[in-house]
């Protein structure tokens, strides 16, 4: 095989396979904190009642099931974040580390993009996955977003701690939609 075939089949591999752009956000300290912080002090008045002789039999074991479950779901949500990545077919959101929160939109979908400064808290009621009164939100922090204005009529914001840079990939992939 000749460098230009080998050149060749590694650009049709990063065609298919490496995004344009691709953006990792997670949940900052902020959030993070009171969580942890919750499971600490539920975990030690348990044990200060445990020890006590208060908490005994099935009630005990409940709310140390309980605890489990609330530090198993503190732990899911401090390790979780959301991954965008402009590839050639469209846009990806992944929300993480539960991969099966997937959703793509193909150019073909997409009526128009651009850039914005959003309000969180006014606009969608919060970060996360949310419906509010501008449409769908995925955001984990700021206020910099990429509005998605479809073709069925629905706006879908994507947060974004660079936008610049990823309406660039944008540019690259689908300039019509800029």
């Keep these: 095989m000749g460098t230009n075939e080998s050149s060749a089949g590694s650009k049709q591999w ?20 009171p969580l942890w912080t919750g499971i600490v002090v539920f975990g ?4 200060f009642l445990q020890l006590k002789g208060t908490l005994s039999g ?16 503190d732990g ?6 959301m991954q ?19 959703r793509q939109i193909a150019w073909e979908e997409i009526e128009r993009i651009y850039a914005r400064t ?27 977003g990429i509005q998605l204005e479809l073709k069925n009529g629905k ?3 994507i947060g974004t701690q660079q936008p610049q840079e990823f309406l660039e990939a944008v540019r690259s ?4 939609k800029l």
């Design 14 to 33: 990063e065609d298919v396979f490496l995004p344009l752009y691709e953006e990792r956000q997670r949940f900052g300290l902020l959030l993070q904190l």
């Design 44 to 47: 030690a008045v348990l044990l």
């Design 58 to 73: 099935a009630f005990s074991g409940l709310l140390w099931l309980g605890w489990v479950f609330m530090a198993a779901m």
């Design 76 to 81: 899911l949500i401090a390790s979780g974040g």
């Design 84 to 102: 965008t990545r402009v590839r050639k077919e469209g846009i990806e959101i992944l929300c993480l580390p539960l991969r099966c929160l997937r």
């Design 118 to 144: 959003y309000s969180p808290i006014l606009e969608y009621g919060g970060w996360g996955i949310r419906l509010g009164r501008s449409g769908t939100a995925y955001n984990i922090r700021g206020n910099q």
């Design 155 to 157: 706006r879908l914001l």
């Design 173 to 176: 992939a689908a300039p019509g």
